[in-house]
């Protein structure tokens, strides 16, 4: 994708979705190493390709989940589409802003102090 091939990007996610088939299967996009051009192109490709979602990170590469980018990347693939949030989510605060911002689910390793933060919890939980 960065070297602008997104012929090869959109063939390598065709040829995933039908091998993987009926699975579902999601797209991630290391946001953090990514223009907002390539965030968007990167979404057009998976939906094309007939992917199921798409995630902003690995985890591995620095960064991690935003609301800017979750808001971006709802916007881009619509409301049928998965996205998820995976990387730097360690409170409710943060999960609670970016399902609000249109993430379908969340890649995090402090589940249970999320759930049990009572300091930002709202008073509905």
Known sequence: LKTGNTEYV???IKEIV???SPRIVKVILETNLLTREEKIRSCELA????????KTSTGFGGGGANV???QLMREVVGSG???KASGGIRDRKTAEALIAAG??????????AIL??????????
């Open 10 to 12: 959109f063939d390598e």
């Open 18 to 20: 039908r091998v993987a």
């Open 47 to 54: 939906i094309a390709a007939g992917a199921h979602f798409v």
């Open 68 to 70: 800017e980018d979750i």
């Open 81 to 83: 589409f998965g996205v």
């Open 103 to 112: 993430a379908t689910r969340l890649g995090i390793s402090q589940s249970v």
């Open 116 to 125: 049990t933060d009572t300091e930002t919890a709202p008073s509905s939980y």
